[in-house]
């Protein structure tokens, strides 16, 4: 059983952390939890981090009876209960906006159409949700595709960029500053103020992406 502390982080938000590293199985017993605290009258939301659950609860709500109540019903929290939606998403790589996929593919001392196999083979899982409004912090990018940062992030990432950073995978929903390696660009829309809920993807979501073609 993993080690579960709580702390409180305000006078009415407590956290509730794991020991690192991440993994598959605590993120799905930290999703297994949210879903248990639903119906819980004294809980008003909670907001999933990497290896660590976030939980806000009522102004009316006592923070330490809280605490004691998650504490008792964590060992409830079974990983396999809790299984999320699958989500294909097309990518362009290369070209315009995927400009770091032949820097990617030297740094490894393979061809580009080496990474791109490497990037779609796998079934990623959303471990959380940050950064920006729909952006997907993706668990499950092999080993041998794991690439350091820019040292100097780029002022202008365009929306859509699929990116590698260190041992995770990404998509941009905005145009923003960000320091991955592009590999590619997507134009499925990750966040959209008219659907409900706004967020393609949600944690606990797995998400595969295909190749519709390699720029040069």
Same mark, same amino acid.
């Not at 490894?108 to 952006?135: C, I, K």
């Not at 590698?164 to 390696?181: A, D, L």
């Given at each position: 059983?993993?080690?579960?502390? @709580?702390?409180?982080?305000?006078?009415?938000?407590?956290?509730?952390? *794991?020991?690192?590293?991440?993994?598959?199985?605590?993120?799905?017993?930290?999703?297994?939890?949210?879903? @248990?605290?639903?119906?819980?009258?004294? !809980?008003? %939301? +909670?907001?999933?981090?990497?290896?660590? *659950? +976030?939980?806000?609860?009522?102004?009316? =709500?006592?923070?330490?009876?809280?605490?004691? %109540?998650?504490?008792?019903?964590?060992?409830?929290?079974?990983?396999?209960?809790?299984?999320?939606?699958?989500?294909?998403?097309?990518? !362009?790589?290369?070209?315009?906006?995927? !400009?770091?996929?032949?820097? &990617?593919?030297?740094?490894?001392?393979?061809? &580009?159409?080496?990474? &791109?196999?490497?990037?779609?083979?796998?079934?990623?899982? &959303?471990?959380?949700?940050?950064?920006?409004?729909?952006?997907?912090?993706?668990?499950?990018?092999?080993?041998?595709?794991?690439?350091?940062?820019?040292?100097?992030?780029?002022?202008?990432?365009?929306?859509?960029?699929?990116? @590698?950073?260190?041992?995770?995978?990404?998509?941009?929903?905005?145009?923003?500053?960000?320091?991955?390696?592009? @590999?590619?660009?997507?134009? +499925?829309?990750?966040?959209?103020?008219?659907?409900?809920?706004?967020? *393609?993807?949600? =944690?606990?979501? +797995?998400?595969?992406? !295909?190749?519709?073609?390699?720029?040069?």
């Amino acid at each position: 059983m993993s080690a579960f502390e @709580i702390h409180p982080i305000s006078e009415t938000a407590v956290c509730c952390a *794991l020991p690192p590293p991440a993994s598959l199985d605590n993120q799905r017993r930290l999703w297994a939890l949210a879903g @248990i605290l639903t119906d819980w009258p004294q !809980v008003a %939301e +909670t907001v999933t981090g990497m290896n660590n *659950l +976030t939980v806000f609860a009522r102004p009316d =709500a006592a923070l330490e009876e809280l605490a004691a %109540e998650l504490s008792r019903v964590w060992p409830q929290a079974v990983a396999a209960q809790y299984q999320g939606r699958h989500v294909d998403i097309p990518v !362009v790589y290369g070209g315009e906006y995927g !400009v770091d996929l032949a820097a &990617v593919a030297a740094f490894h001392g393979v061809s &580009v159409a080496e990474v &791109v196999r490497r990037h779609t083979e796998p079934v990623y899982t &959303v471990f959380m949700m940050g950064f920006q409004p729909g952006f997907p912090y993706l668990g499950g990018l092999p080993e041998h595709l794991h690439t350091p940062r820019h040292a100097v992030p780029r002022t202008q990432v365009p929306a859509g960029s699929v990116g @590698i950073g260190g041992s995770q995978t990404g998509v941009y929903p905005f145009t923003s500053p960000g320091g991955w390696q592009l @590999i590619g660009h997507t134009d +499925t829309p990750l966040f959209q103020t008219a659907s409900y809920p706004p967020t *393609l993807l949600q =944690a606990g979501d +797995t998400v595969r992406f !295909v190749a519709e073609r390699i720029e040069p």
